[in-house]
């Protein structure tokens, strides 16, 4: 269901960068955080693995374990025939240390990748104990990207010790796909213009959403690849596989208009649009940001939000953040304002080359059920979300006007990272 991009001017998946952070063979790294003898050899973590059970199930083994076939959800008495417990055959290599699952520590180990997540997104999304998406358009740029991936992997292993393979590309579904290309330990970057190339070959079973049985079933229609699937006639898929069909399509193209957004009760809720290059046409701007407003109050209306601040971004070269917002006496819902406030606070950069245009709600309040919803709300909800609506995490809309710089030296930071000493 496409939605605001069908508005001139509204926001592309070009528009964004994306990366998707996935821990290798995670829990088995957290075991060997904590016991060193663990590296480097087959470590296997389940259920049911203490000694003396006989039943249970794999949850995880490390990549060494992996190439004797065992591997998650394996019962243990098939892990046991690939890889004997190395405790009772101490001199044999073609053993494995088993570790019963201990989340409370994984979840520990994972506060604190999140933490540095956290720092380095503009949003961050996290869809399970060991995998996030981050949107880190403000953060980086194409031409930087790979060092600033880099970066993620570094300070990730630096600061908690264990491996993260990590996927950058202008969407989510393409990132997650990266990120799973050169596990373990993987770093794969696909800039906006190499998505289709990059997907092409890859077999449908790859794209998120496709699972065993629907990719039997293109098989079955000589559909093999995303290529094949991209190329395939919309109209025959839809038929086939209803309006699933054409997810499909888009993913197999690299299309994915879902935004990264945090888990929970979104604090503002933006939209943005860059131009093509700094542009001084004001009028092509004011344009633009009524096209914004009307979709950011539409989103707002959507989810039952009033607002009480409605707010502008203005990037001007090279990569200056404007931010202006006005709050009002109490929340609304009112899409004319939106609109008007926009505009208003958007005079000031009247004559001003400007790169990149936004508006956004804050303030945001919801009806009283939403509200129990958010008071009660946890981690650990139920995953990946299907189609989502942009929301920012952190307040940056405020009454008095603020300047963020980007220095040369921040840009700096992730250029400049010495290929592979993250090895
Ligand atoms: P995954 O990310 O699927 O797997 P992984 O991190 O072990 O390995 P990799 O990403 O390198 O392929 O799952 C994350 C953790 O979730 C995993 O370490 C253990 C747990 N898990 C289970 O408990 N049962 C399962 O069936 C799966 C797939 C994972
Ligand atoms: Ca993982």
Not at 389 to 410: M, W
């Amino acid at each position: 269901m496409p939605r605001g991009e069908t508005l001139p001017g509204a926001p592309t998946a070009e528009d964004r960068i994306v990366l998707h952070v996935d821990m290798d063979s995670f829990y088995a790294s957290c075991e060997r955080l904590r016991e060193q003898k663990l590296r480097g050899e087959p470590v296997v973590v389940g259920m049911g693995y203490e000694a003396g059970e006989q039943s249970g199930a794999v949850a995880t083994a490390s990549y060494e374990a992996r190439e004797y076939g065992v591997e998650s959800a394996m019962g243990i008495e098939t892990a046991l025939e690939r890889l004997p417990r190395r405790a009772e055959h101490p001199d044999d290599p073609d053993t494995a240390y088993y570790r019963p699952v201990d989340m409370e520590f994984y979840q520990d180990v994972s506060a604190d990748v999140r933490e540095i997540l956290g720092e380095l997104a503009d949003t961050l999304r996290e869809v399970s104990i060991d995998e996030a998406y981050l949107d880190v358009t403000e953060r980086t740029a194409w031409e930087v990207a790979e060092g600033f991936g880099r970066h993620v992997k570094q300070r990730i292993d630096r600061e908690v010790g264990v491996p993260a393979s990590v996927g950058v590309a202008p969407n989510m579904s393409t990132a997650k796909i990266a990120s799973d290309h050169d596990k373990p330990d993987g770093l794969v970057v696909v800039p906006p213009e190499d998505v289709e190339d990059f997907l092409a070959p890859l077999p449908v079973a790859d794209i998120h959403g496709i699972g065993p049985v629907t990719a039997d079933a293109l098989t079955d229609m000589g559909i093999e690849t995303a290529g094949d699937l991209a190329e395939a006639d919309p109209t025959t898929l839809r038929s086939k596989f209803g309006e699933r069909g054409d997810e499909f399509h888009r993913r197999a193209r690299g299309e994915d208009p879902r935004e990264v957004e945090p888990r929970g009760k979104p604090k503002s809720l933006s939209r943005e649009s860059a131009f093509d290059g700094a542009v001084e046409d004001f009028e092509a701007v004011v344009e633009r940001a009524r096209n914004l407003a009307g979709a950011v109050a539409e989103r707002a209306r959507r989810r039952e939000a009033l607002y009480r601040t409605i707010g502008v971004k203005v990037v001007t070269p090279p990569f200056d953040v404007n931010t202006r917002a006005k709050t009002l006496p109490g929340p609304v819902d009112e899409p004319e304002l939106v609109e008007s406030i926009a505009l208003d606070l958007l005079e000031e950069f009247d004559g001003e080359p400007i790169r990149k245009v936004g508006v956004r709600v804050a303030n945001l309040s919801f009806s009283e059920r939403d509200q129990t919803d958010l008071d009660s709300w946890e981690y650990g909800g139920t995953g990946d979300s299907g189609d989502v609506e942009s929301a920012e995490d952190g307040d940056r809309s405020e009454e008095s006007p603020r300047v963020e710089r980007y220095t040369n030296d921040q840009a700096r930071l992730f250029e400049y990272e010495p290929d592979g000493s993250d090895k």
